[in-house]
């Protein structure tokens, strides 16, 4: 196998010896690039862009061609599954994703099956191997999904943005009910990441974007569980490659010792959480991602220097940091203020890695 020009990110993961922290961004393919605008006018809509393998290449490769990432992060949506299930995924305008028939009868929920991501989702797949085509062993390509828990939220409310009243009624009042649709969507994601590092994924995130609406005993039962149950069933190799995997729970700052526990390589954070401290509670059993605030990024390029500065010096010396936003980046971001920070991330972390190119790091490698 070809090997990769840049390997930083995974090696990251992994928490062996880089020469910096590498770095890439939430949402790097996304409304605030005009380029990314005119292809999302050109393919129609969003549910179109998504589902056409040649719109979603180039949106992929979009944020590439402006700044030097250390990664490529599949265009798609973490919706796609219950979408696949048939609940009827639409976008509002300005009012963001809805589904034509949320989960509400127990008969309905009962009904529910595993999508089979070799047909039901396979423009997902068509676009992973085409990405990785084009990427050509350039950066790594990270594929994704949603949370088991967060799916849920879609699938039961009907819509984003909510008070999570549908979802948690069902949760305290029927337990059951809501325990049968995250299994079965634990099961879908589990097939639909490992079809993804089938056709090229190198990486896998699981994005938890709801969880920390959750108690902390729910948490531990509706959420976290279910994230474990996928890690357990994920392909940890796609021949003689390792692949990591990523879990982000936003909100999550509390579980921090639990979610290291689930068996992912690494643990996302949100802007919430210090990285010092949180370096603190997982020791070496993960790697960490993040986890500057987004908003930082409409600021000027010094002050986003020193914000990035102050997160590394956090983390301190040695591998198993990805640096990344504590959430997406916003559409109304200045596309030079994302390359700011890229390049003040590259230039100022590689003095906390010299240990680790001079042979001494401190911290373990894993895989």
Same mark, same amino acid.
């Given at each position: ?173 029927? *337990?059951?009910? @809501?325990?049968?649709?995250?299994? %079965?969507? $634990?099961?879908? =994601?589990?097939?639909? !990441?490992?079809?993804?590092? /089938? ?94 605030? *987004?908003?930082? @990024?409409?600021?000027?390029?010094? %002050?986003? $220097?020193?914000? =990035?500065?102050?997160? !590394?010096?956090?983390?301190? /010396? ?50």
């Amino acid at each position: 196998m070809t090997r990769l020009k840049n390997d930083t990110l995974l090696k990251a993961l992994l928490r062996q010896p880089t020469e910096y922290t590498p770095v890439w961004l939430m949402r790097q393919a996304g409304r605030y690039l005009s380029e990314y605008n005119q292809t999302r006018a050109r393919a129609g809509n969003f549910l179109a862009l998504c589902k056409n393998p040649d719109f979603a290449t180039e949106v992929t490769m979009q944020p590439l061609a402006r700044f030097p990432l250390d990664a490529a992060i599949l265009f798609s949506d973490i919706l796609t599954i219950p979408d696949a299930m048939g609940l009827g995924l639409y976008f509002a305008e300005g009012e963001g994703p809805r589904f034509e028939r949320p989960l509400r009868e127990e008969w309905e929920i009962r009904a529910l099956t595993v999508p089979d991501p070799a047909v039901h989702l396979r423009y997902v797949m068509d676009a992973v191997s085409q990405i990785r085509r084009t990427l050509d062993n350039r950066v790594p390509l990270i594929g994704f999904s949603g949370s088991p828990f967060t799916l849920a939220c879609y699938m039961v409310e009907g819509a984003g943005g909510t008070d999570f009243r549908q979802i948690k009624t069902m949760l305290y009042r029927r *337990p059951d009910l @809501l325990h049968h649709i995250l299994d %079965i969507n $634990a099961q879908a =994601v589990t097939a639909y !990441l490992n079809a993804q590092i /089938e056709s090229g994924a190198q990486a896998v995130m699981i994005f938890d974007t709801w969880g920390g609406a959750l108690s902390h005993a729910a948490y531990q039962q509706f959420s976290l569980r279910y994230m474990t149950q996928i890690l357990a069933g994920l392909r940890r190799h796609q021949g003689a490659e390792r692949i990591p995997s990523i879990v982000f729970t936003k909100g999550g700052g509390l579980w921090l010792e639990s979610i290291a526990d689930s068996g992912c390589d690494a643990v996302g954070l949100d802007w919430t959480v210090n990285i010092a401290d949180a370096r603190r509670r997982v020791g070496h059993k993960v790697a960490l991602q993040g986890n500057l605030d *987004p908003a930082v @990024l409409f600021a000027e390029p010094e %002050i986003i $220097a020193a914000e =990035v500065e102050q997160i !590394l010096a956090d983390f301190g /010396e040695g591998s198993g940091h990805i640096f990344n936003l504590g959430h997406g980046i916003s559409q109304f971001t200045p596309p030079e203020n994302a390359l700011a920070l890229v390049e003040a991330v590259h230039s100022l972390s590689r003095r906390f890695h010299r240990a680790d190119t001079e042979g001494g790091s401190i911290s373990a490698a894993s895989g």
